[in-house]
């Protein structure tokens, strides 16, 4: 069964910092285009970055600059080390995994989810 496991969440200030992270299933992991998706009340679910698993990495505008998502296999393991927050980084943030990736990124599995709460 593949899981994916994320932890991390927490309510943090405008400008404060927050890190991620999601683990994932060894079955799958190392082959897998892995990425985080968020989404707000209200709001469409967005996709915030993916990254490959040679660790080139894609992201949204609106959290260039800010964000960094990284993995490591060995540990099968991905982050996402949050900087600048913004209150409109709110919301829950998804792991999920594409392990059919050809040119879009199109997950297939995806965990439970991790509040995240950017709050004066």
């Known amino acids: 069964q593949v899981q994916l496991v994320e932890s991390g969440g927490a309510l943090a200030q405008p400008g404060g910092s927050l890190r991620l992270s999601c683990v994932g299933s060894?079955?799958?992991?190392?082959?897998?285009?892995m990425g985080w998706y968020r989404q707000s009340p209200g709001n469409q679910r967005e996709l915030v970055a993916y990254?490959?698993?040679?660790?080139?990495?894609n992201y949204a505008d609106s959290v260039k600059g800010r964000f960094t998502i990284t993995r490591d296999n060995a540990k099968n393991t991905m982050y996402l080390q949050m900087s600048s927050l913004k209150p409109e980084d709110t919301g829950v943030y998804y792991c999920?995994?594409?392990?059919?990736?050809?040119?879009?990124?199109?997950?297939?599995?995806w965990g439970q989810g991790t509040q995240v709460t950017v709050s004066a």
């Open positions: 990254i490959f698993p040679d660790g080139s990495a």
């Open positions: 999920t995994a594409d392990t059919l990736y050809h040119t879009d990124y199109e997950p297939d599995y």
């Open positions: 060894e079955s799958i992991f190392s082959i897998s285009v």
